[in-house]
């Protein structure tokens, strides 16, 4: 068993007593190849609560600083998390994000780009789009619902598959990709308050 699979149980261990986990859409995620999980994110412990429960390995993204704390710099990249410098277009990060979707892994974003304080989705940001489009991958919408309140139920909806190819037939452009991301987790909200 590998680093990703230990975090995965000891993580899913110390949560699962707190947060009564509801999970959905599992059975559609695809089994193999590229897959961009996209999203709403209304608290700090999204990142882990998505991975844990995705039934594949996921990577994201993190934030650059963290790579250069004395412990985590060793152990986060063995989490399946790569850096990314905040506030700015960083480029390397992005091809990272491409190549790990057309080499067939999963890539975990959140498209908002930080935290919706009131739980209500907010306007996704154009990467996700880019990222849809350019790694030759499906899209998972996924949706959280809260609240993060010890013994609630916590729900987290795989969404079914969505296919980028008509959107790179028609040469659609990343914001219009984008919205038809967050359309779809917006419906999976709606459906599972």
Known sequence: MNLYQVAKTVVYGALSPIYRFDVHGTEDFPKEGGVLVCSNHIHALDPPVVGILAPRPVHFMAKEELFNAPILKTLIPKLNAFPVKRGMSDREAMRKAIQL????NVVG?????????????????????FFALRGDAV??????????KPFKRLKVIYGK???????????????????????EIQKLLDAHK
Do not use: H, N
């Not at 190819?165 to 914001?175: I, L, M, N």
């Open 139 to 148: 899209v998972i919408p996924t949706a959280i619902v809260g609240p993060y």
């Open 161 to 183: 598959p969505m296919d980028m190819t008509p959107f790179r037939e028609q040469r659609a452009s990343a914001d219009v990709v984008t919205a038809a991301i967050m359309a």
């Open 101 to 104: 979707l057309k080499d067939g």
């Open 109 to 129: 974003l959140f498209p908002e780009g930080t935290r919706s304080k009131d739980g209500v989705l907010k306007e996704g940001l154009a990467g996700a789009g």
